[in-house]
């Protein structure tokens, strides 16, 4: 076996495949961030990147409050259980002050405003209640349920970064702070086309050489989840020059261009020299990664370009590593790893050594608990199990074979698919 490991990575080495952080480095050193910024109201903030630090005009909350439905008091250096105390009248959340006199309680629910002189709260569970008066049946300190003015947060303090990603916590965050509106970066404009003699758009007539393209409506897609706006550049000929022209025309509107097909080394590989062409610049990469080991990266004046591999697995895996890297950076946001958690595999995979492999793999149950069983084993043009898998494995270059029970990084396609 390992004769055998050898012999693999020292098949790869020569050919001078790069890793995966090299691949999103050099993808990413032909993006720069985009600087126009706009502002949005908080109903339409959701996916959009922060363009200034945002800071906090309320302290939250905004007065001392009651934590729970009880009963507010005077506890001083403590009460003890058996305290008896008059209920001197009620406050719900919302309502205006009421006052306590000294020695009684104030009937209060959670949320209300802490009366003058209280300084606590007891649970209603915690008395026995009648007759208009309270029995503690535990002692009770200072402090006791009440939530303090500015505990979660101070008055003029940075909540948060530009380059955040607006998520629904943030707008939380936002709402509670009273914004109405906030200042977010332009959304990324990427032209997307697919390149192939063979491929043909959905409504279109197939003949017997041709098949559907499935690669443009998915990087639409996926650029969409991602939160950017998207030019459907269509389908192009395996013509160098007319892919050139498509290119300079998507290069006039957009900030990023992503190409499917046409970037491995096959006659009608045409990405590299349409990019030239184009009056580019830009390299092919052959990354360690499988799928996805081909890929063009480049641009056009400030248009960055980045050529998928046609396979359809391939072109997702290549999207969801070298598009998350440069996208970062025309957002202004810090790249962030897929998320992901180590799972046992269920069966055992033989493999070659050399290159990270995604698979797509779906989570199941057995005698031994959680476990990942990989789907379509290898097909980097197989729709199906992508389809039916709910995320993807990640197994590392030197990992081969892959044993039954050996734990690999399961990326769920519920969390981080939108780069
Ligand atoms: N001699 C070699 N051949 C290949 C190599 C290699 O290293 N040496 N690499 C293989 C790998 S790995 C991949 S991935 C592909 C990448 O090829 P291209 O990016 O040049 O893509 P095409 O040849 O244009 O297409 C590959 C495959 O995908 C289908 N395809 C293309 N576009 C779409 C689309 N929009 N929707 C659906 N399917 C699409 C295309 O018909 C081909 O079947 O190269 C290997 N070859
Ligand atoms: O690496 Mo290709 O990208 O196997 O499908």
Request: net charge neutral; hydrophobic share 40%; charged share 20%.
């Given at each position: 076996?390992?004769?055998?490991?050898?012999r693999?990575?020292s098949?790869?080495?020569?050919?001078?495949?790069i890793?995966i952080?090299?691949?999103?480095?050099?993808?990413a050193?032909y993006?720069s961030?985009?600087?126009e910024?706009?502002e949005?109201?908080?109903s339409?903030a959701l996916?959009?990147?922060?363009?200034l630090?945002v800071?906090s005009v309320?302290?939250?909350p905004?007065?001392?409050?009651?934590a729970?439905?009880?009963?507010?008091?005077t506890?001083?250096d403590?009460?003890?259980?058996?305290a008896t105390?008059?209920i001197a009248g009620?406050m719900a959340a919302?309502?205006?002050?009421?006052?306590?006199p000294?020695?009684?309680a104030l009937?209060?629910?959670?949320g209300?405003?802490?009366?003058?002189?209280?300084?606590?709260v007891?649970m209603?569970e915690?008395?026995?209640?009648?007759?208009g008066r309270?029995?503690?049946?535990r002692?009770?300190?200072?402090?006791?349920n009440?939530?303090?003015?500015g505990?979660d947060v101070?008055?003029?303090?940075?909540l948060?970064?530009p380059g955040e990603?607006i998520?629904?916590r943030?707008?939380a965050?936002?709402?509670a702070?009273g914004y109405?509106?906030?200042?977010?970066?332009?959304r990324v404009r990427i032209?997307i086309l697919?390149?192939?003699n063979?491929?043909?758009?959905?409504g279109?007539?197939l003949?017997?050489a041709s098949f559907?393209?499935?690669?443009?409506?998915m990087i639409i897609?996926l650029?969409r989840?991602?939160?950017?706006?998207?030019?459907?550049g269509?389908i192009?000929r395996?013509?160098?020059?007319?892919?050139?022209?498509?290119?300079?025309?998507?290069?006039?509107r957009?900030d990023l261009?992503v190409?499917?097909?046409?970037v491995?080394v096959g006659?009608?590989?045409h990405s590299m020299?349409?990019?030239?062409a184009a009056?580019?610049?830009?390299?092919?990469?052959r990354?360690?990664?499988k799928p996805?080991?081909?890929?063009v990266v480049?641009a056009i004046e400030?248009?960055?370009?980045l050529?998928?591999?046609?396979?359809?697995?391939?072109?997702l895996?290549?999207?969801l590593l070298?598009g998350?890297a440069?996208l970062?950076?025309?957002d202004?946001?810090?790249?962030?790893?897929?998320?992901g958690?180590?799972?046992p595999?269920m069966h055992?995979?033989?493999?070659?050594?050399g290159r990270t492999?995604?698979?797509?793999?779906?989570?199941v149950q057995?005698?031994r608990?959680t476990?990942?069983?990989?789907?379509g084993?290898g097909?980097?043009?197989?729709?199906k199990p992508l389809?039916?898998?709910?995320g993807?494995v990640r197994?590392?270059?030197?990992?081969?074979?892959?044993?039954e029970?050996?734990?690999l990084m399961f990326?769920p396609?519920?969390?981080?698919?939108s780069?």
């Amino acid at each position: 076996m390992v004769t055998e490991s050898l012999r693999a990575l020292s098949c790869d080495s020569p050919d001078g495949l790069i890793s995966i952080e090299q691949a999103c480095s050099r993808a990413a050193a032909y993006a720069s961030a985009i600087q126009e910024h706009e502002e949005v109201s908080l109903s339409h903030a959701l996916g959009r990147t922060l363009a200034l630090p945002v800071k906090s005009v309320l302290p939250l909350p905004p007065f001392h409050q009651s934590a729970m439905d009880g009963y507010a008091l005077t506890a001083g250096d403590g009460l003890p259980s058996g305290a008896t105390l008059a209920i001197a009248g009620r406050m719900a959340a919302g309502d205006e002050e009421q006052p306590l006199p000294q020695g009684n309680a104030l009937r209060i629910l959670t949320g209300a405003r802490i009366p003058q002189g209280a300084d606590a709260v007891v649970m209603q569970e915690n008395v026995v209640s009648g007759s208009g008066r309270i029995v503690l049946t535990r002692m009770v300190r200072s402090g006791d349920n009440i939530r303090r003015c500015g505990e979660d947060v101070q008055a003029g303090e940075v909540l948060l970064q530009p380059g955040e990603r607006i998520d629904a916590r943030h707008v939380a965050l936002l709402a509670a702070q009273g914004y109405e509106r906030t200042c977010v970066r332009r959304r990324v404009r990427i032209g997307i086309l697919s390149t192939g003699n063979e491929l043909r758009s959905q409504g279109e007539r197939l003949t017997e050489a041709s098949f559907f393209d499935s690669n443009r409506p998915m990087i639409i897609a996926l650029a969409r989840q991602s939160g950017a706006d998207v030019l459907d550049g269509g389908i192009v000929r395996d013509d160098p020059q007319l892919i050139a022209g498509a290119l300079s025309d998507l290069a006039r509107r957009c900030d990023l261009i992503v190409t499917t097909g046409g970037v491995s080394v096959g006659d009608e590989d045409h990405s590299m020299t349409a990019l030239l062409a184009a009056g580019g610049r830009g390299e092919t990469l052959r990354i360690a990664l499988k799928p996805g080991k081909p890929g063009v990266v480049g641009a056009i004046e400030r248009t960055t370009y980045l050529g998928l591999p046609g396979n359809p697995v391939a072109a997702l895996v290549s999207w969801l590593l070298l598009g998350s890297a440069v996208l970062a950076i025309l957002d202004g946001r810090q790249a962030r790893p897929l998320s992901g958690m180590r799972l046992p595999l269920m069966h055992a995979f033989n493999r070659r050594l050399g290159r990270t492999e995604f698979a797509p793999a779906r989570v199941v149950q057995t005698d031994r608990g959680t476990a990942v069983e990989i789907l379509g084993r290898g097909g980097s043009a197989r729709l199906k199990p992508l389809a039916a898998a709910d995320g993807l494995v990640r197994i590392e270059p030197l990992h081969a074979p892959v044993a039954e029970g050996d734990e690999l990084m399961f990326h769920p396609f519920r969390d981080g698919f939108s780069v």
